[in-house]
């Protein structure tokens, strides 16, 4: 079995492929001083309660854009399940020409997103993952990462809001029934979800301009389906995205 790890700066993404087939899938907390042991204890466990033994894994692919903790997942993989994991960075063949001015810039979870995204649904396509930030990624029809625009996440703007205005409160980040709210809540969560709609459907119709006319756009994330119900312009959801692109990179490799 493949376990697949994407390494956020907000939440760590883990996935289990059996061949091609997702067996399991799981979200934790990115905590940049816990050590290898301790992601191990919380991985361990959670593989358990999914009848899958460490003896089971025998292959592990990382992407990560927190540099810290890379280390930390090469070193659990290699002492609990006994392999040496790929890590997603330069000299690893990816199937994804990177097309901007500086491809070392360029997040390993993007590369992923876009072979995933040429490979299940083709090209050209406009890749949007609600993460720490919210991102917007071109992919030609060739499949070739062409570059996109990068946005603070929807989370980082609540979250700002509520640091840096004494009278507003932490929202849940669902949609209100109006655009226009009738109490603090429901405007803070019209603002922010409606907002979000706005800026993405903006953006999706520039970038579709550029690229010469109709590309597909699936959106990933945690909170891709709460802005994708709200919008038409998304024609899909994977939030597994990550995930499948990083076992398409590692089957690539072997």
Same mark, same amino acid.
């Given at each position: ?5 994407? +390494?956020? $700066? @907000?939440?760590? !993404?883990?996935?289990?492929?059996? %061949? ?8 934790? *907390? #990115? ?38 903790l890379e280390p930390v997942f090469e070193e659990l993989s290699k002492c609990y399940f006994g392999i040496s994991p790929l890590v997603v960075g330069p000299g690893v063949k990816t199937g994804v020409r ?12 993007? +590369?992923? $997103? @876009?072979?995933? !995204?040429?490979?299940?649904?083709? %090209? ?8 720490? *930030? #919210? ?46 709210g009738t109490d603090t809540v429901t405007a803070m969560q019209s603002g922010l979800i409606f907002g979000y709609v706005g800026l993405i459907e903006s953006l999706v119709h520039r970038i579709q301009q ?45």
């Open positions: 079995m493949l376990l697949a790890i994407d +390494v956020g $700066n @907000t939440n760590i !993404a883990l996935g289990v492929f059996e %061949g091609e087939k997702m067996r399991a899938t799981w979200n934790i *907390a #990115t905590d940049i001083h816990k050590t290898s042991d301790e992601y191990a204890v919380l991985l361990l466990s959670l593989l358990s309660r999914q009848n899958i033994t460490s003896s089971d894994i025998d292959a592990a692919v990382i992407c990560s854009v927190v540099p810290p990177i097309c901007t001015d500086n491809p070392r810039e360029t997040g390993a979870d993007r +590369v992923a $997103n @876009t072979a995933a !995204a040429h490979r299940l649904y083709g %090209g050209p396509a406009i890749v949007i993952d609600f993460g720490t *930030a #919210t991102t917007l990624d071109a992919v030609s029809e060739e499949g070739d990462y062409l570059g996109g625009a990068i946005a603070p996440g929807i989370g980082i703007a609540s979250e700002a809001l509520f640091e840096r205005a004494s009278k507003l409160p932490r929202i849940e980040l669902v949609a209100p029934p109006h655009a226009i550029e690229l010469g006319g109709k590309a597909r756009v699936i959106a990933t994330g945690g909170l891709a389906d709460i802005i994708a119900k709200e919008t038409k312009i998304v024609d899909a959801v994977n939030p597994h995205l990550t995930l499948e692109g990083l076992r398409l990179i590692y089957d690539m490799n072997r």
